[in-house]
């Protein structure tokens, strides 16, 4: 017979899962009610009207998708990409690829491009492509977290919104942790997950879109078969899990039956919603700035370096260079056994060459900020790497000073 | 501001969301850890052991999907179907016309046979039908959970096993608590959900498939383009989120990153499974029976008629015919607002004649269904049903003592 699991509380500084807010675990343990009951039709009635506010957006349908953040970035994608539509993904890191990736698999007609790892694109580059491709949709990552890179949307949107091209964004590192406005940088579809800045466990997905892809969506409309067995539409998406016709459907007045609502789970997002903005969206992001600025701080005048361009840094995640003589494993192995401390490997490319370390949600505190520095200064002295001791703890104070 | 959520205990007697365990609600507030730390994969590896034991198979690719029951059902359905493969979806209820929506979405070409609602098909019926359309694949509800009724699968899967044929089945609304017998049966693939029998919130979905489909995913296998961006495939899954050749090198020794492990509902699985092996899957499944039959005795004993084929009913799930001159909602609403106690319409056809009610999980105590009679029989009488009044209750209990 197996164990009842027991996991010990660690300080969690990866790109995610991020602690959870301990009063989004309470929320959690509500005892269930029925998905058509009022008072959980209440609850989902309450999660798209924080969502809006949280998203800065009169988008009506602003939802959740029961599935991991990229289950809502495939249900946008697959719901306004039909078979050899023209999308352009600029890519400049890993969600990037995946981007083109769900893309290619909704069909789509696909054009990428490219950038060195640790930059991002400037609006002339962008837009060089746009004209030459023409595509129906471009599909961007906000927050690149495999790289610690964050690329500027607005003039992107402005000129989508005049050539008529559907903007797709990937907000999942920033929604939250960094400005993010969905109208007033006219983005058309927006995707984000639980377990970022808001705190929450992972397995939710929040999305976002307006009229423009809310007018595609009706054009492929199809209802289940179980419930009219005459509905048919050649153009329907490749998924009814995620179908967006029929998951606005039951998120809508109609309330059509879809899937069982992931109950638990609704009672995070609604948790974790309502206290982001008790907290105030602005000053969560300010607070997401400022325990990473005193972290980067801290890594500078440990003699460490960030990577990629400083200019466009996340304010949620920093890749930070691995030093001469050192393994990237061995040290994150020890940070956990010695003080119970998580940071994140590289991905692809950057797998052996940087750590990624994240200040997410809840996460994102003081005393997970010192407790981080302090432990990681210790381990790399005692691996004898290159570093100047003394000075990350002082400076990140100072940094919180300022 | 939003309030908190509060949500009032209530006796939940529907085919689901049922009551979670409360165990398991304790389970979930453990802690977050990293999805690639040794504590959390040992807990993935126990899942997909524990999971073996409930479904009893050996199969080893045996996992969750971070989706609700249908997601499971889809994946499988979309990893073993490519455009124009046979599908032969015998239908008896609205779950059969969901598989065959999928199998449709996923391009096969499907042929689908209908029983009229509250029967089964028998195995020579299911025997003509496969002989005359010599399909890939068969796709079939175990539990028809918008009817009440429960089609045998022995014989079904002996013989589709002997014709080289693929069984998936969706036991969302049996397992655990009905007799299942994944390999003894001859199934190749089979999906299930945390929310019913398992006694865990919705959210999550149980798979489990044999060599057979292992074979067929690894000639669509496809390397997501972030990890490796030569990875091609023509015949890939349409979806990337659900697709099992990721999903099985994340389970797996490889690792391979997809998405992240919904990690809260991970604990729920871990526990629920963990609970059911506890208690015995044979004897949940007993438990289960013991409790259906106490409703059923009680619900006869009331003069209300059980819908459908006697001989073939879900011990799980009982639609019951709403009696003349009384309105179903009405009914349904008062046991909420008196008794805090749900039970559930119909669906389709069934909307308005029957109440479909469940004894899922933990939801399936004798506490449950006597409260249940007690409430059922008091709302009845207050709205002059034709029903016996003061024998429900006693003949519960007598099939109890039995």
């Not at 990552?141 to 903007?167: A, D, F, N, W």
């Not at 005459?230 to 995620?242: F, G, I, Q």
Request: charged fraction near 25%; hydrophobic fraction near 40%.
């Amino acid at each position: 017979m197996k164990k009842q699991a027991f996991i010990e509380h660690r300080t969690i500084m990866t790109p995610g899962p991020a602690e959870v807010d301990p009063r989004i675990l309470q929320a959690m343990t509500n005892p269930i009610i029925g998905q058509f009951e009022p008072e959980f039709l209440a609850l989902m009635d309450e999660v798209m009207e924080m969502g809006r506010d949280v998203l800065k957006t009169q988008n009506r349908w602003t939802y959740l998708i029961n599935g991991t953040s990229r289950a809502g970035i495939e249900a946008l994608l697959s719901a306004v990409i039909e078979p050899d539509d023209r999308v352009y993904v600029p890519i400049f890191g890993r969600f990037g690829h995946l981007m083109a990736e769900i893309a290619k698999r909704a069909k789509g007609n696909v054009h990428t491009t490219d950038k060195p790892l640790g930059s991002i694109y400037t609006f002339r580059e962008l837009q060089k492509e746009i004209d030459s491709f023409h595509p129906k949709v471009v599909a961007i990552v906000h927050g690149e977290s495999s790289t610690g890179m964050m690329q500027p949307l607005e003039e992107l949107g402005e000129y989508c919104r005049k050539e008529g091209i559907l903007l797709i964004v990937d907000a999942v590192a920033t929604l939250a942790g960094a400005p993010f406005e969905t109208d007033a940088w006219k983005i058309d579809g927006i995707a984000a997950g639980s377990q970022k800045c808001l705190a929450a466990p992972a397995g939710m997905a929040l999305v976002s879109y307006n009229e423009r892809i809310e007018t595609l969506i009706a054009q492929r409309r199809k209802i289940e078969q179980g419930l009219d067995p005459k509905s048919a539409n050649p153009r329907m998406m490749p998924s009814n899990y995620l179908d967006l016709s029929q998951l606005q459907e039951y998120w809508g007045k109609e309330r059509l039956n879809h899937h069982t609502e992931a109950t638990s789970m609704l009672y995070a997002m609604h948790e974790a919603l309502r206290l982001t903005l008790e907290e105030g969206v602005n000053e969560r992001i300010k607070r997401h700035a400022t325990n990473m600025n005193a972290i980067i701080a801290g890594l500078e005048a440990m003699n460490l370096t960030v990577f990629g361009d400083k200019d466009n840094l996340l304010p949620t995640i920093v890749c930070v260079e691995v030093p001469e003589n050192v393994e990237l494993h061995k040290i994150r192995r020890e940070l956990v056994e010695e003080f119970s401390l998580e940071i994140a490997p590289g991905f692809g490319a950057l797998k052996d060459k940087v750590w990624r370390i994240g200040a997410l949600g809840y996460s994102s505190r003081k005393r997970n900020v010192l407790a981080l520095l302090t432990a990681l200064e210790t381990v790399l002295q005692r691996h004898h790497a290159n570093i100047i001791t003394g000075q990350a703890v002082p400076e990140a104070m100072k940094s919180y000073r300022h």
